[in-house]
Nanobody, 119 residues
């Protein structure tokens, strides 16, 4: 059974930084793609960043390029999202998700963690 558990959300001032973590279990990591999504009130969920576990390749939404970094810790089966230069519009619930290579949809989701950026 796959479990994804996020941590690291909180309240931060604009311009500050936060690091989110996603502890994963039950996955075949060598065939997994890990993603971070977010959903702000009244808006649709959007993908923020993703990484392919086996190769370390990454992709980012244009809105976070240059500010956010996704990384993985193989030893701890954990994916991180380092968020720098946070903006008010980054306020959202952030979700960790996983899918297998070759599968279009993300089938596994964490419970979400709130990130609030204040002025």
């Amino acid at each position: 059974q796959v479990h994804l558990v996020e941590s690291g959300g909180g309240l931060v001032q604009a311009g500050g930084s936060l690091r989110l973590s996603c502890a994963a279990s039950g996955l075949t990591f060598s065939r997994s793609v890990m993603g971070w999504f977010r959903q702000a009130p009244g808006k649709e969920r959007e993908v923020v960043a993703a990484t392919t576990w086996s190769t370390g390749s990454t992709s980012y939404a244009d809105s976070v390029k240059g500010r956010f970094t996704i990384s993985r810790d193989n030893a701890k089966s954990t994916v991180h999202l380092q968020m720098n230069s946070l903006k008010l519009e980054d306020t959202a619930v952030y979700y960790c998700a996983a899918r297998y290579v070759g599968v279009t949809s993300y089938d596994y989701w964490g419970q979400g963690t709130q990130v609030t950026v204040s002025s």
